[in-house]
C-alpha cells in the first residue's frame, strides 16, 4: 500500500484482544446495495440447503450420503465405493472450482455463500438483534438485553438448530428415514436420535458461542487464501491513497495539511461480523461480506463525497496499477477443469447398467463331491444401475463340462438395489490342469447389460484326494453335501 495508515488508539481492530481473549462481536447492520443483493442470496440458499433434501433428480435424492454403505448420491447420480476414481475426479474439479473462484473473486464463498456465513448472519443475528435491540457502538451489545429475552433468545436459538439438526441428518440418511424415525419414539431408533442430539448440541455451540470464531480459527480456508490470491484477485479493499491521512473533522484540513476522505468514524469496524479494520489492508479474518463497504459508502453520501473509499477492488487497482483479468492461474484452472469435467462426463455417460462383483465363497476353494466331480462356491453380487427393474440371467459360456448351480435365476432386483447370493459350480475332475479349470460366467439382462466375465476355477493339482471329503464336519463339508445334492438333481433336470 502506498499511503501511511495510521492506527486509531483504543478502538476495535481485532476479535481477540492485547491479553489474547475473545472479543465478543455485535456487529451493527449497514443498509445498502451489497446487503440487498447478500440478503436475496441467502434466503435463496437458505430455502436450497432445507430443500435440496426433499429434491428429487432421476427418482434419486439430489443429495444423499449414505455413509454406513459408502455411497453418495450427488444430482441423480449414484458413487459406489468402486466408483473412488469418479468421485476423486468430482471433488478435484469442485476444489479447483474454489480456486478459480477465490483467484477471480476473492472469498466471495465466505460470505456470501457459505452455510456458516448464512445462517450466522442471516438467522441467528437477527434473532439475537430481535430480542437484544440493535447492537451499540464499537461491538457493545443492544440496548434491550434483560435476563428473560435472553432466556427467550437461547430458547428459539434451540428450536432453530434443532431444525437445523434434522436437516443436516436428512443429508445422510434420507427424507424418507427421517420422517418416519420423527414419528417414531427414539427407543426404536436411539442412534440416530443421538446423532440428532448431537448435531443439535453443535449447532447451539457453533452458533450462539463459537461463531465468527468458525471462520477465524476453524476453517482452513482462510488460511489457504494468501496461496490462492493474487495481487489481482478482486477484494474488499480501503483505497488509502484516497483515505489518508484520515480524521475527523469538517473542514478537510489539519495542521496545514489536507486529510483524506476517511472520517475516521470508525463505522466500517462496528458493522465487521469478524471485527477487524479494513483499513489495515487485507487481513485472514476478512470473509469479504461487504458490510464495511455499505457503511462506508453511506457515510460517504452523507458527507457528499464520492462513494468507493471501501471497494471492490483487487491489490494492484488500489496501488494505481493496471489491473489484469488474464493470469496464467484463470487459464490453467478452467482448462484442468475442463479435461476433469469432460473425462467425468463420458465415464458416467457410458457407465454400465450393472455392477457385477463374483467374489470366492468362504471355507476351502473347492470340494470333491463323488462321482469325480470338483465343486466351487462362490457369490456373485449384482447392483442394478438400469434405471428399472431388472432380470438378471446367469450362465455358463460354451460347450465346457463345468455346470452352474444357483437358487435364484434370474436374479430379480428393483432400480439402485443391490442382491448377492451363492452359487455353485462344478467341473469333472479331468477338466483341472495345474489346479484351476477357466470358464466364462455370462451375465445379462436381456437388454442393456450383457457380459462375459473370466473365472477361474480351483481344483486338485493331480490325482490326490480333495480338500473337503463328504465326512467333513464343517460348514465346508455340509454345504458340500447339500450342494452334492443340488447339483445331481439340477443336472439330473
Ligand atoms: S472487513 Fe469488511 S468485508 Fe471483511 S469481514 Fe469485515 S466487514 Fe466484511
Ligand atoms: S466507514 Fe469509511 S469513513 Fe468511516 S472510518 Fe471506515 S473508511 Fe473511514
Not at 484482544?17 to 455485535?26: A, C, F, K, V
Not at 432466556?151 to 437445523?164: M, P
Not at 479435461?339 to 463420458?346: N, P
Request: glycine share 8%; with cysteine.
Amino acid at each position: 500500500m502506498t499511503a501511511e495508515l495510521q492506527s486509531s488508539p483504543g478502538r476495535i481492530d481485532s476479535p481477540w484482544r492485547e491479553d489474547g481473549s475473545r472479543r465478543w462481536m455485535y456487529p451493527r447492520v449497514s443498509k445498502g446495495f451489497w446487503l440487498n443483493a447478500r440478503r436475496s442470496l441467502a434466503y435463496l440458499l437458505l430455502v436450497v440447503f432445507a430443500g435440496l433434501p426433499y429434491l428429487q433428480i432421476r427418482g434419486k435424492p439430489a443429495i444423499l450420503l449414505d455413509l454406513p454403505r459408502r455411497e453418495f448420491t450427488l444430482f441423480g447420480w449414484t458413487f459406489l465405493p468402486t466408483d473412488t476414481l469418479l468421485l476423486a475426479l468430482l471433488l478435484v474439479t469442485i476444489v479447483l472450482g474454489i480456486f478459480l473462484a477465490t483467484a477471480l473473486v476473492g472469498r466471495v464463498w465466505c460470505g456470501w455463500m457459505c452455510p456458516q456465513t448464512v445462517y450466522m448472519e442471516f438467522v441467528y443475528r437477527p434473532i439475537e438483534r430481535l430480542f437484544d435491540g440493535p447492537p451499540g457502538v464499537r461491538h457493545s451489545p443492544g440496548k434491550h438485553r434483560t435476563p428473560i429475552r435472553t432466556v427467550a433468545k437461547y430458547a428459539v436459538y434451540l428450536v432453530v438448530s434443532a431444525f437445523l439438526a434434522h436437516t443436516f441428518l436428512a443429508y445422510f440418511v434420507g427424507v424418507d428415514n427421517l420422517a418416519r424415525w420423527m414419528q417414531q419414539s427414539p427407543i426404536h431408533h436411539p442412534g440416530a436420535f443421538l446423532v440428532m442430539l448431537a448435531a443439535t448440541a453443535l449447532m447451539m455451540f457453533n452458533f450462539s458461542y463459537f461463531r465468527e470464531q468458525t471462520c477465524i480459527v476453524a476453517c482452513p480456508y482462510g488460511r489457504f487464501q494468501s496461496v490462492m490470491l493474487d495481487p489481482d484477485s478482486l477484494i474488499v479493499s480501503y483505497d488509502p491513497r484516497r483515505g489518508e491521512p484520515r480524521g475527523k473533522g469538517k473542514f478537510r484540513e489539519r495542521d496545514g495539511q489536507r486529510l483524506g476522505d476517511c472520517v475516521d468514524c470508525g463505522l466500517c469496524v462496528d458493522t465487521c461480523p469478524t471485527g477487524i479494520d479494513i483499513r489495515n489492508g487485507l487481513q485472514l479474518e476478512c470473509i469479504a461480506c461487504t458490510q464495511c463497504i455499505d457503511a462506508c459508502d453511506r457515510v460517504m453520501q452523507r458527507l457528499n463525497m464520492k462513494p468507493g473509499l471501501i471497494r471492490f477492488s483487487s491489490q494492484a487497482r488500489i496501488e494505481g496499477q493496471q489491473g489484469r483479468l488474464l493470469r496464467p492461474r484463470i487459464i490453467l484452472y478452467p482448462a484442468v477443469m475442463l479435461v476433469l469435467l469432460s473425462t467425468l462426463v463420458v465415464t458416467l455417460a457410458n457407465q454400465q447398467a450393472a455392477h457385477v462383483t463374483l467374489l470366492r465363497g468362504p471355507g476351502m476353494p473347492f470340494h470333491e463331491i463323488g462321482d469325480g466331480q470338483i465343486s466351487n462356491q462362490l457369490r456373485i453380487k449384482i447392483r442394478n444401475r438400469s434405471g428399472q427393474q431388472a432380470q438378471y440371467h446367469i450362465e455358463i459360456m460354451g460347450d465346457g463340462p463345468a455346470r452352474l448351480v444357483i437358487e435364484d435365476n434370474p436374479m430379480v432386483i428393483e432400480d439402485g438395489q443391490t442382491k448377492t447370493q451363492s452359487l455353485l459350480i462344478t467341473a469333472p475332475r479331468s477338466a483341472f490342469q495345474q489346479g484351476g479349470h477357466v470358464i466364462d460366467l455370462r451375465i445379462t439382462d436381456g437388454r442393456s447389460y450383457d457380459q462375459q466375465l473370466p473365472y477361474r476355477l480351483m481344483g486338485p493339482q493331480g490325482p490326490a484326494v480333495s480338500a473337503a471329503r463328504d465326512g467333513d464336519t464343517g460348514f465346508a463339508g455340509v454345504f458340500s453335501r447339500v450342494a452334492k445334492t443340488v447339483t445331481f438333481c439340477k443336472i439330473a433336470s
